[in-house]
Structures are given as C-alpha cells and as structure tokens.
C-alpha cells in the first residue's frame, strides 16, 4: 500500500528526518511511537503531503506521490486521510459538524443534498454518533464525541490509508479506551492500512500489527509488535517502554 525509500525531510537547511525507509502492507496497522521532537508527526504529514521540503519517494500503490498534498491526483487525495490531534483546532467552529463532514466528501463527490445527508448520517452512525450529531457545533460535543466526529470526517472519503496522529493524547484515559477500540474495529472492518502515531507504547497492544520506534529523525527499530514490545531491542524502545503505564483495551468489552 505504502513504501517510503530514503525519506529525507527538513525545516528550511536543518534535516530533521534522516533517509527513512519503510513499508505499510494493505489492512494492516503500523504504530508509529517515539518520544516528542523524535520525528513521528513530521513522517506522517510527509505521507499526507503537509510538509514538502523534503527529498526521496513517497509511494503510494506503486505509484509516485509529489510531495505537496494539492499537487497530487485527486483519487491519491481521498484514499489517504488524516485525523489530526486536537480535534477541537481541527473543526471549524463556525459550521456545524454535519456541514464539516459533508465538506470532506463535496471535494471529491457532486451529491445531492439528500444524498449527502444520508451520507453525513452513515459516517456518524459508524462511529457510534447520532444522526443528531450533524446540527451540533464543536463546542457543544465532548473531547471524545469531537474525536468521533473527526473520525467520520476522514471516514466519508472512503480512505485506504488513515493516519491517525495522536489521536488520543488530549483525552481522559478512559475515552482513550474507547476511541482505540473504535479504530481497531473500523480498520478491521473496512479492511483499512493504518498508521498510528502516538507516544504511548501501551496502546499499541490494542491496535498495531507492527511497530516503528523513532528517536531524532530516524527509526531506530521496526518489528512485528509482540517482538518489539516484549523483546525490545533499542535503548529508545526500552527507555519508551519504563516510561509508560500500563494500559490495554479489554476488546471484548
């Protein structure tokens, strides 16, 4: 689905990534993990060409991707989407979050307006939000449900690839669990490629097939999940892993 070769990123003369190379298979999720500063958000607006300085290829389904997101075909656009951190900053809040959905699709789709209402109230439905949800604006939702919004948001576009960048790092803990869950069973269920940053090696369990640690602009190890979080090799991976509490997702809850 995905394969960066020699990945070289920067902020003006300083290189802030060093010559990544990496693979992300079809239905399969690889966590992204790595303290802040290591590089993790940086690669993943690479992928989603929100960042273009930088040299090396980004291929997306054997194809060649341009490094800026509006220089890329429009069908590369929709198969990838983003869900960015804070989903409050992440939605206008001057529209409602039926309209900030539907808005996602109308770039891709001309739909009429019953069309993409029903459209806007399926995204909702799958990810446990009311059809009600779609008159509200931001402000009016919790930290979780603005998260599901913008879940639904990236969702309607019908993605192949969805990069989740700390999605859960401004929530309470106990909607982390929730929030995880629910994108473990979108990516299994419509058979979604996933990449899950976040700094939190505890929540990888729940999710992610493969792990990539990051440490100053490089990946410093990859592996199977099991392999990496239960026979670490990198101090880093070590180091992440001291460091981080003990929470998993009870799956079948």
Do not use: W
């Not at 399969?28 to 989603?48: D, F, N, P, Q, Y």
């Not at 639904?152 to 859960?168: G, N």
């Not at 473990?184 to 939190?200: D, I, P, S, Y």
């Amino acid at each position: 689905m995905l394969r960066l070769e020699t990945l070289t990123a920067f902020h003006g003369p300083i290189e802030i990534l060093h010559g990544i190379s990496l693979d992300l298979p079809a239905r399969r999720c690889l966590a992204l993990v790595g303290e802040s500063g290591s590089g993790k958000t940086t690669l993943a607006r690479c992928i989603a060409g929100l960042h273009r300085e930088l040299a090396g290829s980004i291929r997306f389904q054997g194809e060649d991707l341009p490094a800026a997101v509006r220089q890329r075909p429009a069908a590369a656009r929709r198969r990838i989407q983003y869900i960015f951190q804070n989903p409050y900053a992440s939605l206008n809040p001057r529209r409602q979050i039926g309209n900030s959905i539907a808005v996602a699709l109308s770039e891709f789709e001309s739909l009429g307006r019953g069309e993409l209402e029903r459209r806007v109230h399926a995204a909702l439905d799958q990810v446990a939000l009311p059809a009600s949800t779609a008159e509200r604006y931001p402000h009016q939702l919790s930290g979780g449900q603005r998260q599901r919004a913008a879940i639904a948001r990236a969702l309607i576009a019908e993605p192949q690839l969805l990069i989740c960048d700390e999605v859960t790092s401004s929530l309470d803990v106990s909607v982390q669990a929730v929030i995880v869950e629910l994108l473990a069973e979108l990516q299994r269920e419509r058979g979604l490629a996933m990449l899950f940053v976040t700094h939190n090696l505890a929540l990888v369990r729940s999710i992610a097939a493969r792990v990539a640690v990051m440490q100053a602009g490089r990946i410093v190890e990859l592996g199977a999940m099991e392999q990496v979080l239960d026979r670490p090799q990198a101090a880093e991976t070590k180091r992440l892993l001291q460091d981080t509490p003990r929470f998993t997702v009870d799956m079948a809850t």
